[in-house]
Structures are given as structure tokens and as C-alpha cells.
């Protein structure tokens, strides 16, 4: 007879669908809950359950005995030159621990400077000294969680001068020296595309699509800079745009479905309007689903 394990999985261990998710709000647990269209994954910001108790975990533990979960970290700061805060660290590890999450993921980005913390997910220079810097961030990260993280690619809003390497090749490095795999935010290539004038078509091409375990939609508002040029805003307060989903659904030609989360955070809507966009989503991946063994990740 087999023993048992030493520590049980405390929730169903179903594998991550290839279908549209959204972003758990508190608010539309129990519309989540009685709906008749059932979402295909729920992403919590690890941020947000790093406390030992209260509501939001009761809620979690609720949703997550009825749908697959990914855990999303916007405050771990794997750009930083200062190092990552163990701390944090130790926090983000007790997360994953007592949800068990299908994915896990954090940005290319820094967000701390000694003790000071920022609201902000700020870019870092495209080169071989950082390149360095993150590759041992993603190794103790991955270490501490005891499994592989995915990383996602940025919007930016400035460029280094110091740069000497694309961002997409720089992603793709850091993917082969650390085995971590990637989260790519559809919307964040339009953001950075508009913002410094090239083709969000041709980053996509250049990107490591094989290596992508998740995709990211999402709003942007649209501005101008002091010059006058089209500024794009990653805000998460708004519809999908139709570019995005034009760049989604070619993406998803080459890929084949995948895991495909709807980020709205700010002036969050009443859950059919999010669930009219995971069904958008939805009926992309399914127009697709028959081909998923012939794009670009299974060639």
C-alpha cells in the first residue's frame, strides 16, 4: 500500500484550462459562484493575501476548492539592483504554499529602492549587467517557491540609453539561463508599441511564444505627450481594445489556446461586463482550438 504524502493537496489539482480567466474581485464571488457560464480561472495579486487571515482569505479558499487559480505578484521587484526583500520573498513562498496555484507570476520590473516602495512597476535597462541581476532573482525566487515562475513582459512608458539588447531577446536570455517560463500581456506590447513608435506585430514575432504559459488582455486609455505624439496608458479600467484583440487573435493562430487572463483593477465593473469579456476570449480560443497542435509552440 502507498503511504500517504507527507503534505496532501488541500484542493482539486485539475491542470490550468486553456480558456479565458479573470481577475477575482470580492465583490463578484458570489455572481462568479451562481453563474451558469463558468470562468475558466480565477488570478489573485499575491500582494493582496499575504496577511495570516481575515475575509479575503475565506473568500479565496472558497473560490479555490471550485476553480483552477494563478497567483500574480506585483510587488517582488526582480529588476531591483538593490536585491530582493527576503521578507517578501518568504511571504510570496507562504502564498503559493497554502493555495496551490497552477501558475505563478511576477513582472520585469523594479518597484523598490532601499526601503521605499513604489506604486509604480518601473523598467529596467536591456543589458548584460541586469540581465545578470534578474537571472539570480528568478533563481532564488524559483528556489524559494520550489517550482518555475513565469515572467511577463512590460508596458513602458521610457527607454535606457544604456540599452543593448531588444527586450524581446532580453526575455528570451533570461528564459534560457533561469528554465522560468513566460506570461505575455497582449496589451503591454500595443502600450510600449504606440509609446516608442515600432511594430507591436513584429515584437510578437520576435517574442519566445513557445516558452508563453499565459496571456494577459486588458484596457489602456489613450493620451498625448508634451509633444503631442499618441501616449497609451496600461490602466486596467476599461473594455479590451480592438487592437488588442486583433494582435490576441493572431497570436493565438500561432500558439493555439492558452490560458488567457482579463485584468480589470480599477473602476471594476459588475461581473457580467467582465464575464462579457472573458466570453469574448473564450470564443476566440475556441475558433481556434482545433489547430492547437499546428501553430508555432508545437512546430
Known amino acids: 500500500m502507498n503511504a500517504e504524502p507527507l503534505h496532501p493537496a488541500r484542493f482539486p489539482t485539475a491542470p490550468m484550462p486553456a480558456r479565458a480567466g479573470a481577475g477575482l474581485k470580492a465583490q463578484h464571488a458570489e455572481a462568479i459562484l451562481a453563474d451558469a457560464y463558468r470562468i475558466g480561472f480565477l488570478e489573485v495579486h499575491a500582494e493582496n493575501y499575504m496577511g495570516a487571515g481575515g475575509h479575503p482569505h475565506r473568500i479565496l479558499t472558497l473560490m479555490r476548492q471550485e476553480f483552477p487559480l494563478s497567483i500574480h505578484g506585483v510587488g517582488l521587484s526582480i529588476g531591483s539592483a538593490n536585491g530582493l526583500d527576503p521578507e517578501h520573498l518568504q511571504r510570496l513562498a507562504t502564498v503559493v504554499k497554502r493555495y496551490e496555484p497552477a501558475l505563478v507570476s511576477e513582472h520585469l520590473a523594479w518597484s523598490t529602492h532601499d526601503d521605499s516602495y513604489y506604486n509604480d512597476l518601473l523598467p529596467v535597462p536591456y543589458d548584460r549587467e541586469t540581465l545578470a541581476t534578474v537571472c539570480a532573482h528568478i533563481d532564488r525566487v524559483q528556489t524559494a517557491l520550489g517550482r518555475r515562475m513565469l515572467l511577463e513582459n512590460p508596458s513602458t512608458y521610457a527607454a535606457f540609453e ?138
Open 162 to 299: 544604456r540599452s543593448t539588447m531588444s527586450e524581446t531577446d532580453f526575455i528570451r536570455e533570461i528564459a534560457a539561463r533561469t528554465g522560468c517560463g513566460l506570461l505575455l500581456d497582449v496589451n503591454n506590447v500595443l502600450v510600449s508599441a504606440v509609446n516608442h513608435g515600432f511594430s507591436a506585430q513584429h515584437y510578437l514575432a520576435e517574442f519566445p511564444i513557445e516558452l508563453v504559459e499565459e496571456i494577459h488582455l486588458a484596457g489602456h486609455a489613450e493620451d498625448r505627450d508634451e509633444d503631442g505624439s499618441p501616449l497609451l496608458i496600461d490602466a486596467h479600467d476599461r473594455p479590451v481594445d480592438k487592437q488588442v484583440w486583433a494582435l490576441f487573435e493572431s497570436l493565438i493562430q500561432r500558439t493555439g489556446p492558452l490560458p488567457t487572463l482579463i485584468e480589470w483593477d480599477n473602476d471594476v465593473p459588475d461581473w457580467p461586463v467582465l464575464r462579457r469579456e472573458a466570453q469574448l476570449a473564450d470564443a476566440i480560443l475556441d475558433r481556434h482550438r482545433q489547430a492547437a497542435f499546428l501553430g508555432a509552440r508545437h512546430g
